[in-house]
């Protein structure tokens, strides 16, 4: 049962989006104002009662501070800028922490890059996810392809070279857009780390209703395959460490932040449904932003729920962590058979005593991980 308690990461999940893309099914709320004071005075009173929590006794300095949502770019930066100072003040952020925001190209000026660097920003992760015009209108995102390169451009005049890319593979054939394009013109961009995303269809969605409705009818198995092997032969072919089956980065540039959870670090989550980790310990938020702030006007608790795993469910989530990386999992908890036989289909190879995945492995990630002893 791993635990490291060397640091502290933190997660900050701002929910406010222009608009609900057509297959998200995260916690945001769509506004047309983001009420940036009120949220920024509810987090720092939840990080207020964070203060004598006893995972401070293990865990004293901060590593990472992320940034997520919704759309964390809609926030003043100055939001941001509060936020940061005001961690900062209460517990050392480590030399080199890694601070991303979260942000779409349409978000990003050269005002804007410049403000979250002078906060303590040091990483941007954008929200590209196509370069097609019929695919970004499918999806319903609020920016064009253009603007990629110039959010791109503000953000390296501001210093924060380490930027991150999000794409979105799997689309329906019927949106017509050429994956190898959208490879092409990410890699042309020169980003530090990718982030690859496979399209899921969430019941409670546009795309979930589309789908019911016949409207649409998802990427096949094959088609799914195809784009996530062609990612992957691309990503190394430019130089690239394709380190875990959604991330690649080049050398030196994994991300620090989503690292820590994959190796089970401590972590707390603040804001509308945010998660928190501290080895078998796991609690969530409320949900919706307007409940959780409600509450914290009240001075009422705003945890929605709480779980203890046992030594089978921490187990299993070591198993799925491992494989799902180039870290792999220790030989001995894959039976000798089972490895004989993901090896033999290429599935898997062993370094070190280490049973770790290849792409076609990945792709049967779930179903491996549930064989693991």
């Not at 990461?9 to 608009?19: K, M, Q, S």
């Not at 019941?203 to 799914?224: F, I, M, N, Q, S």
């Not at 072919?237 to 380190?243: D, P, Q, S």
């Not at 990386?325 to 004989?340: D, H, I, K």
Request: glycine share 10%; charged share 20%.
């Amino acid at each position: 049962m791993t635990l490291y308690l060397s640091s502290m990461h933190l997660y900050v999940h701002v929910p406010f989006c222009a608009r609900r893309c057509s297959y998200c099914d995260f916690a945001i709320a769509v506004r047309r104002r983001v009420p940036g004071s009120e949220f920024v005075g509810a987090i720092l009173g939840e990080w207020e009662g964070w203060q004598h929590h006893p995972v401070w006794d293990e865990s004293p300095i901060v590593e990472t501070v992320y940034f997520g949502g919704g759309t964390p770019s809609r926030l003043d930066p100055a939001g941001i800028g509060r936020m940061l100072s005001r961690f900062g003040a209460d517990r050392p952020l480590a030399p080199g922490a890694e601070i991303t925001v979260e942000a779409n190209p349409d978000d990003v000026t050269p005002e804007s890059a410049m403000a979250w660097r002078a906060a303590g920003v040091n990483r941007v992760s954008l929200g590209v996810q196509s370069f097609d015009p019929a695919a970004l209108a499918w999806m319903h995102r609020t920016h064009t392809a253009e603007q990629v390169p110039l959010a791109i451009e503000s953000l390296r005049q501001a210093d924060i070279a380490d930027l991150s890319l999000d794409l979105i593979f799997g689309l329906p054939t019927s949106v017509h857009r050429r994956w190898e394009d959208d490879l092409d013109r990410a890699l042309a961009l020169e980003p530090t780390h990718l982030s690859l995303y496979g399209l899921t269809v969430e019941d409670k969605t546009p795309l979930g209703r589309w789908t019911a409705t016949g409207r649409v009818t998802p990427a096949d198995g094959e088609r799914y395959a195809h784009e996530f092997v062609a990612a992957h032969r691309a990503i190394l072919h430019a130089g690239y460490e394709h380190y875990e089956v959604s991330n690649a980065a080049r050398p030196g540039h994994r991300a620090r932040h989503n690292s820590a959870y994959w190796r089970r670090a401590p972590f707390i989550g603040l804001g509308p449904s945010a998660h928190s980790g501290f080895g078998v310990s796991r609690q969530w938020n409320i949900r919706e932003w307007q409940a959780y702030y409600d509450s914290s006007q009240r001075g009422e608790s705003l945890v929605e729920g709480r779980e203890t795993l046992d030594a089978g469910q921490v187990a299993v989530e070591e198993a799925y962590l491992g494989l799902r990386t180039l870290g792999g999992l220790a030989a001995e908890r894959v039976s000798e058979p089972n490895r004989a036989a993901w090896t033999a289909a290429g599935w898997a190879r062993i370094e070190n005593g280490r049973v770790i995945l290849t792409a076609e492995g990945w792709l049967r990630l779930d179903a491996l991980a549930g064989l693991v002893n």
